[in-house]
């Protein structure tokens, strides 16, 4: 069984910034790739920021140049540091992560983290 836990989120005021750290149970260069959505009240989940299991990245438009999704090999964590932070950017985070055993891929979730930027 492969585990995502999500940390970081919290409360923070526009223009602030957080990071958020997802630590997983098995090792990340299992992970074909590894990535961040996120769901706001009524709202549909999306994509956040991708990143690969050779580094390559992906990011939603509304982030460009604000987010950084990274990795951390050694720790097994892949981290989304959030700078610029808008009231819109309130909503649960989630890792994603599409885990590769026996040629198979398997995609898990983790349980949220709340993020919220007030005004």
């Known amino acids: 069984q492969v585990q995502l836990v999500e940390s970081g989120g919290g409360l923070v005021q526009a223009g602030g910034s957080l990071r958020l750290s997802c630590a997983a149970s098995r090792s990340i260069f299992r992970f074909n790739r590894m990535g961040w959505y996120r769901q706001a009240p009524g709202k549909q989940r999306e994509l956040v920021a991708s990143i690969t299991s050779g580094g390559s990245t992906n990011y939603a438009e509304f982030v460009k140049d604000r987010f950084t999704i990274s990795r951390d090999n050694a720790n097994n964590t892949v981290c989304l540091q959030m700078n610029s932070l808008k009231p819109e950017d309130t909503a649960v985070y989630y890792c994603?992560?599409?885990?590769?055993?026996?040629?198979?891929?398997?995609?898990?979730w983790g349980q949220g983290t709340q993020v919220t930027v007030s005004s």
């Open positions: 994603n992560g599409d885990f590769l055993m026996w040629g198979r891929s398997s995609n898990y």
